[in-house]
């Protein structure tokens, strides 16, 4: 595809259960960063990775929050045991070059609702 | 810990008048973003500023960083309608790899 793409695009689940969200960047894009973004806030930087190598978590909540992009393309970001307050956009991003000097491409989000 | 803030928060303007969007942080930083979103939508990227004095523009829309300052402002010349949308601006610290945004300037033109 032309751009980025995640899914699901929207995910209900109940409190306790893990999820797994997926991006898809554009093709031959070295940086991939993920970001949650709460309703009439701005994207908050949760963690980015330059090719697979996984290059500041330090955004990531807690431990229950996870992400790997094993083959520097598809990235998963993983949340266990998810609590209400994990539900939220969640976007996801790429970018041509490595170094967070170029321009990021945004995927539609997927919408986390946990119940 | 850097703090990015925009005003106004929200903008209501008619069509044809000009105005400016501020973007204050709060540590050093030479690497400057903005953004639109749409209601419903997705970010799209519209300048990426990278140095002290850069001005970028693209039809009304300027943008300028003033490092010292730490400011940024995005311009918009004549308002139309289409230009209705969330502008978000986003600091890249010279410290660690932390991409911060503010919390946008919610602009709604009036026709």
């Known amino acids: 595809g032309a751009g980025v793409s995640q899914s699901p695009r929207y995910k209900v689940t109940k409190r306790g259960q893990d999820v797994a969200l997926r991006c898809d960047p554009i093709s031959g894009h070295v940086s991939l960063y993920w970001y949650r973004q709460a309703l009439g806030q701005g994207p908050e930087f949760l963690t980015y990775?330059?090719?697979?190598?996984?290059?500041?978590k330090s955004g990531l909540p807690n431990d229950r929050f996870s992400a790997e992009r094993p083959e520097g393309s598809i990235s998963t970001l993983t949340i266990q045991r998810t609590e209400q307050r994990d539900s939220a956009m969640y976007r996801c991003?790429?970018?041509?070059?490595?170094?967070?000097?170029?321009?990021?491409?945004f995927g539609p989000g997927t919408r986390l609702t946990v119940l | 810990e850097l703090k990015v803030e925009q005003n106004p928060l929200f903008l209501s303007m008619q069509e044809g008048k000009n105005y400016t969007i501020y973007c204050n942080y709060s540590t050093t930083s030479d690497r400057l973003y903005w953004y639109r979103q749409d209601p419903g939508k997705s970010l799209e990227s519209l300048f990426v500023l990278l140095s002290n004095g850069a001005v970028k523009q693209e039809g009304r829309l300027m943008a300028s960083l003033d490092t010292k300052a730490r400011l940024s402002t995005l311009h918009i010349t004549a308002a139309v309608h289409d230009l209705s949308a969330t502008y978000f601006c986003?600091?890249?610290?010279?410290?660690?790899?932390?991409?911060?945004f503010g919390k946008g300037t919610r602009l709604h033109i009036l026709p």
């Open positions: 990775f330059n090719y697979e190598a996984q290059q500041d």
């Open positions: 991003a790429s970018s041509l070059l490595a170094g967070r000097a170029d321009t990021q491409y």
């Open positions: 986003a600091v890249d610290t010279n410290r660690d790899d932390k991409i911060i």
